[in-house]
């Protein structure tokens, strides 16, 4: 079974400061990663995602991650963060690749970018 | 990428009562889930909605509690049965197309149960 820890559960920043939200799994097989945001009040949207290929995975709004096997880790990367993403950050796990099956969530990390 | 759309976006119902939640999909997509986020936690998944036969239930959701409906590829609905506060959260349908190997999410049902 997989299972994903998010260890930071809040994450104060300045705006344009860089940013760095951690992400560990653990895994018995290969995996597929992904990052969602969740903005206040809202449903999750898809940030990026892993599944083969380059490590650095870049998405929107200039985050990025990068996978690393031999650390089972996918933190979550920003060198200057915006008011405005401000909000619920989850990462998730699904094994792969066989079909798509169930995500595993993470507990969550609440980035707070303040002026 | 599929779009994904939820009604309602939010109710408060009283304890004892029912809530059907409808996901409808703007393609056709090979897999759909419901969700469950209690306030302040992670998602937790509640069951995969199979089309045209029973929807598959992780464990400590039964279909007594939450049946599930899924008549076509792009249409799905959850209902909440009995409700007691405790089942206040938000409700969160997904799905993913054929080919992809990516959940997208719908906005979400915020249930607030008194």
């Known amino acids: 079974a997989q299972s994903v820890t998010q260890l930071d559960s809040q994450v104060p920043v300045f705006e344009e400061a860089p940013v760095e939200l951690r992400c560990n799994y653990s895994?018995?097989?290969?995996?597929?990663l992904f990052w969602y945001v969740q903005y206040p009040n809202q449903g999750l949207q898809l940030l990026l995602k892993?599944?083969?290929?380059?490590?650095l995975v870049k998405g929107i709004n200039g985050f990025e991650a990068e996978f690393n096997k031999s650390q089972t880790s996918f933190h979550l990367r920003k060198p200057s963060v915006h008011i405005s993403d401000t909000a619920e950050y989850f990462c998730a796990v699904s094994p792969s690749p066989a079909g798509f099956q169930k995500l595993v969530f993470g507990t969550g990390t609440r980035l707070l970018v303040s002026p | 990428s599929a779009v994904i759309s939820q009604k309602p976006s939010r109710d408060i119902c009283q304890r004892g009562t029912s809530l059907t939640i409808q996901c409808q999909v703007d393609?056709?997509?090979?897999?759909m889930f419901w969700y469950r986020q209690q306030p302040g936690q992670s998602l937790t998944l509640i069951a995969t909605a199979n089309q045209g036969s029973e929807a598959t239930y992780e464990s400590g959701f039964v279909i007594d509690k939450f049946p599930i409906s899924r008549p076509n590829l792009t249409f799905s609905t959850l209902t909440v049965s009995n409700m007691s506060p405790e089942d206040s959260s938000i409700y969160l349908c997904?799905?993913?197309?054929?080919?992809?190997?990516?959940?997208?999410f719908g906005p979400g049902t915020r249930l607030t149960v008194l």
């Open positions: 997904s799905a993913t197309g054929a080919g992809t190997d990516t959940q997208y």
């Open positions: 393609s056709q997509v090979t897999m």
């Open positions: 895994s018995s097989v290969s995996v597929y």
């Open positions: 892993y599944l083969s290929g380059s490590t």
